[in-house]
């Protein structure tokens, strides 16, 4: 399987976290890193390249840190632009069938995110756009990969959280299969 992780931290050079993720799938044969920030600065995205990558995997993973329940601006620029209509959805659906996943970094704590905890939330229903998009450009749906403040208040707690990543990307997940869109 062919592993795709698209990096977007606008600031990694002071990302302890994203970097020790990063740092821990680097120098994988089968895990291409591609970071939106460094490649695009100017934020002038090469939508041809994206697509063409996201084609030639199979795994397709959005590493980012929750910015106000959401992720950076880059990310959803790179999604207004990169998911074309006619390409990946409404007519064509050149990912269809590929796995879809988001690896989310949080200076909050797990219990923040629960229903009765302050983002009155949980992560996966402030990501309900992301599933959404999945959906309606036919990929499969991975569970989000998590990291709260606690898993990673110590050095030795980020390094074992950070080869569980790289557990995540190789891992086999079992999909329920959806109906056929309409339409």
Known sequence: MKILVIITHP????SR???ALKKAISNQ???TIHELYSEYPDEQIDVKNEQALMENHDRIIFQFPNYWYSYPSLMKKWFDVVLQKGWAFSGTYKLEGKELGLAISS???PDDYR???QHRHTIEQLMTPFYSTSNIIRT???PIFNTFSELVDTNEKLEVHARRYLEYLRASFHFIIKPEIQG
């Open 11 to 14: 600031s990694m050079d002071e």
């Open 17 to 19: 976290l994203n970097a």
């Open 107 to 109: 200076s909050a704590y």
């Open 29 to 31: 044969s089968d895990i």
């Open 115 to 117: 229903f009765d905890g």
């Open 140 to 142: 499969k749906t991975l």
